[in-house]
């Protein structure tokens, strides 16, 4: 205790001598003018599909959509390709319409969530 004591008198005593610093009659003003130069930078929306790739895929699939329906599965690059599909995986597997009803449900409110946040997200990026 006596020892804490001695300690608490010497750093009062330092602390004493040295005073308080006080700051220049500019501080508020030099301090308000570096948050306005940070304030100016901006951040800019880059959407990581660029409009121009979303263009070419748009026209990718159009382009495969109307070959298939001018050319039938029988051209020669399909000749060889057999694909067996067995779609009846889940033939004994039946859901209620409560089950069907919920799971509508929730696969609508995951697209509201997901366009509400989206524009959340887009009114932030604008404030900055």
């Not at 979303?54 to 399909?78: D, G, K, R, Y």
């Not at 609508?108 to 404030?127: G, M, P, S, T, Y």
Request: some cysteine.
């Amino acid at each position: 205790m006596k020892n804490d004591e001695k300690i608490e008198k010497f750093t009062k005593h330092i602390f004493d001598e040295i005073g308080l610093e006080k700051p220049s009659s500019s501080f508020v003003e030099n301090v308000m003018g570096e948050i306005e130069i940070l304030g100016d930078t901006r951040i800019v929306y880059k959407p990581l599909i660029s409009k121009r790739v979303w263009f070419i895929i748009l026209i990718s699939c159009i382009a495969l959509f109307l070959w298939s329906a001018i050319n039938p599965t029988e051209s020669a690059i399909f000749q060889d390709i057999k694909i067996n599909v067995n779609l009846n995986i889940f033939k004994n597997l039946v859901f209620s319409d409560t089950v069907i009803y919920g799971i509508s449900v929730l696969g609508v409110l995951c697209i509201a969530q997901v366009l509400f946040l989206k524009n959340r997200f887009d009114k932030q990026i604008e404030a900055l």
